[in-house]
């Protein structure tokens, strides 16, 4: 049963116009998050945990960043009977496996989250973005690629399918070490039509297809596993293009000027949101209720994007993104949602990888060891 002990946590008080003040349940005093490290978890730090840490003397947070890992990590823990996250960010598919598993809580969005400035609840303003009963969504952000302005000549590449021409564009590339927009992009780039995708891929000549597909490049390619690793190999020049989040080429291209373009190319919009691991004592779920409000409500969505280039998922945090707050650029048009840089993008289909991931995650495993 829910109860309604934080109800007016200090988010919904703002939302009010009241400064935030904290709930008046019993919280525990330390708070162990788990994002992805990288500008992303930094801007999760500047607009989230630094101003609900000064709202709430003697607070310790602590950020682990194993999101990657997280399904695994939460099934060993729940095994172990030793869960130690409080809160654990994660993409839509693993929320909707988490959830299924019974590791990740159920909530009831309109109770736990605070609603839009002018009143409409929570589970309206996420709208279709809240894909599970487990997830509460933060950003819209894409998986796409970036390559070197000064290693491509005269002919930039405004193709993903370039990453499967080494003749044109010869180097090294930088692909992620999972399935997941890997296998869909060898299926496109192999003549398959992008809404027939994951009927292919749900067979074993489909399946069969990609694989052979990145046999071509399997060479050329340097698998990474940390959102961060493709940026610096990029910067470093190791790679002549790579795929990553689009907030970490803004981050390389705008913040550090590296001579890195982005490829939108059949980017491949995601969901990045929050799960509550089940099982929590009843002091570290208060803490993590009451943080989650806050961190959630319209403005900390909005205010997130003044550090990285990723879309807020409520519809009110919309109209209050604005500049960078240290270049002062307007951020909308960096966003993967803008209208020109979506011209050309590929639908994921959660759903698909939270049945199929498991399976195919052994498989590319097999495949890379081969």
């Known amino acids: 049963m829910k109860t309604k002990t934080i109800l007016m946590s200090g988010?919904?008080?703002?939302?009010?116009?009241?400064?935030?003040?904290?709930?008046?349940?019993?919280?525990?005093?330390?708070?162990?998050?788990?994002?992805?490290?990288?500008?992303?978890?930094?801007?999760?730090?500047?607009?989230?945990?630094?101003?609900?840490?000064?709202?709430?003397?003697?607070?310790?947070?602590?950020?682990?960043?194993?999101?990657?890992?997280?399904?695994?990590?939460l099934r060993a823990m729940n095994e172990a009977g030793n869960v130690t996250w409080d809160l654990v960010d994660v993409v839509a598919s693993d929320a909707i496996r988490l959830c299924d598993e019974g590791l990740a809580m159920e909530i009831d969005h309109d109770e736990l989250l605070a609603p839009a400035p002018?009143?409409?609840?929570?589970?309206?303003?996420?709208?279709?973005?809240?894909?599970?009963?487990?997830?509460?969504?933060?950003?819209?952000?894409?998986?796409?690629?970036?390559?070197?302005?000064?290693?491509?000549?005269?002919?930039?590449?405004?193709?993903?399918?370039?990453?499967?021409?080494?003749?044109?564009?010869?180097?090294?590339?930088?692909?992620?070490?999972?399935?997941?927009?890997?296998?869909?992009?060898?299926?496109?780039?192999?003549?398959?039509?992008?809404?027939?995708?994951?009927?292919?891929?749900?067979?074993?000549?489909?399946?069969?297809?990609?694989?052979?597909?990145?046999?071509?490049i399997k060479d050329d390619v340097i698998w990474w596993s940390a959102g961060a690793d493709t940026p610096q190999l990029l910067a470093d020049g190791e790679v002549?293009?790579?795929?990553?989040?689009?907030?970490?080429?803004?981050?390389?291209?705008?913040?550090?000027?590296?001579?890195?373009?982005?490829?939108?190319?059949?980017?491949?919009?995601?969901?990045?949101?929050?799960?509550?691991?089940?099982?929590?004592p009843e002091e570290r779920l208060n803490r993590v209720k009451d943080f989650v409000r806050f961190a959630t409500d319209t403005q900390r969505l909005a205010d997130q994007a003044k550090w990285i280039s990723y879309g807020p998922a409520r519809a009110s945090s919309a109209p209050l993104v604005s500049t960078h707050a240290d270049l002062g650029i307007e951020m909308a048009p960096h966003m993967p949602t803008d209208p020109e840089n979506a011209k050309n993008t590929f639908l994921y289909n959660y759903e698909w990888w939270a049945d199929y991931r498991d399976d195919l995650d052994a498989k590319f495993q097999a495949w890379l060891a081969q």
């Open 11 to 73: 988010a919904a008080l703002a939302v009010a116009g009241v400064a935030y003040a904290g709930s008046h349940a019993a919280m525990s005093d330390n708070m162990t998050l788990v994002s992805w490290g990288g500008a992303y978890q930094q801007s999760q730090i500047n607009a989230y945990s630094d101003p609900y840490k000064a709202m709430n003397d003697g607070l310790e947070v602590v950020w682990d960043e194993s999101s990657a890992e997280a399904v695994a990590k």
């Open 118 to 216: 002018d009143g409409t609840p929570a589970s309206e303003d996420f709208g279709d973005l809240i894909v599970s009963d487990c997830y509460i969504p933060q950003i819209v952000y894409s998986t796409t690629a970036g390559y070197r302005t000064d290693m491509v000549g005269d002919n930039p590449p405004t193709s993903i399918c370039a990453m499967f021409d080494t003749e044109t564009y010869p180097g090294k590339r930088s692909l992620e070490k999972r399935p997941i927009n890997n296998m869909e992009w060898a299926l496109i780039c192999d003549g398959v039509a992008k809404e027939d995708v994951y009927d292919v891929l749900e067979t074993e000549e489909g399946q069969a297809q990609a694989f052979a597909k990145l046999d071509t």
């Open 240 to 280: 002549v293009m790579g795929t990553t989040y689009n907030g970490r080429l803004f981050s390389l291209i705008e913040e550090q000027g590296q001579p890195v373009a982005m490829l939108w190319d059949a980017q491949v919009f995601d969901l990045d949101g929050w799960i509550i691991p089940t099982g929590l």
